[in-house]
């Protein structure tokens, strides 16, 4: 008779075999849904690490490669819901000097193609008070495409969103200037009602 101890250490041994078997997926699908390497091994190691733990729920029969990326795709979804609750945190030695700002008086102001700064001034004041009550995802997608002129494929790289998140913001954007602005463009003869 097998001692109960060694039947469940070839039992563990076999099924960290089974689960080390399917780790190239598990770091392909890792990638996929983190499209970052280091992440992705980050991940991969992550559900790895509780399928090891939690050896014990897989039940014998269960095909392991669908139970594997269940927890990788489970672990994603945790991690992503923890990282967007909390805060960005930087951290800063304090002994990085900061760069000097302020502008040399013996240097003329020239505007550089592709700097929001130089577009902004060339706004009226009420334009620009309106455009800074908007929301800033939605100022940053307005700004882009109609002031920088730049494509929803830019705008999506630049915000790192898909392009309908773009779309949406873009819309959402321009309704609040318009609403914001209606006194403005009455006023200036822009209206067509």
């Given at each position: 008779m097998v001692d109960k101890s060694v039947e469940t250490s070839i039992r563990t041994s076999d099924f960290e075999d089974q689960v080390i078997s399917h780790l190239d997926i598990m770091y392909a699908v890792a990638?996929?849904?983190?499209?970052?390497?280091?992440?992705?091994?980050?991940?991969?190691?992550?559900?790895?690490?509780?399928?090891?733990?939690?050896?014990?729920?897989?039940?014998?029969?269960?095909?392991?490669?669908?139970?594997?990326?269940t927890i990788l795709r489970n672990t994603f979804i945790n991690e992503y819901r923890s990282k967007s609750r909390r805060p960005m945190q930087v951290e800063l030695s304090g002994t990085e000097a900061a760069p000097n700002v302020s502008p040399d008086p013996k240097v003329s102001l020239q505007m550089v193609?592709?700097?929001?700064?130089?577009?902004?001034?060339?706004?009226?004041?009420?334009v620009r008070e309106a455009l800074d009550a908007v929301p800033d995802?939605?100022?940053l997608?307005?700004?882009?495409?109609?002031?920088?002129?730049?494509s929803y494929k830019?705008?999506?790289?630049?915000?790192?969103?898909?392009?309908?998140?773009?779309?949406?913001?873009?819309?959402?954007?321009?309704k609040i200037l318009r609403e914001k602005l209606a006194g403005y463009a009455a006023a200036q003869g822009l209206t067509t009602k």
């Open positions: 990638l996929r849904l983190t499209r970052n390497p280091t992440d992705a091994e980050d991940l991969t190691q992550n559900a790895l690490v509780k399928a090891l733990r939690f050896h014990d729920k897989f039940k014998e029969g269960t095909y392991i490669k669908a139970w594997l990326l193609p592709g700097r929001r700064e130089g577009l902004l001034e060339l706004l009226e004041d009420e995802d939605f100022r997608a307005v700004i882009m495409a109609d002031l920088e002129d730049k830019d705008i999506s790289d630049v915000m790192g969103c898909p392009i309908g998140t773009v779309m949406s913001r873009l819309y959402r954007g321009r």
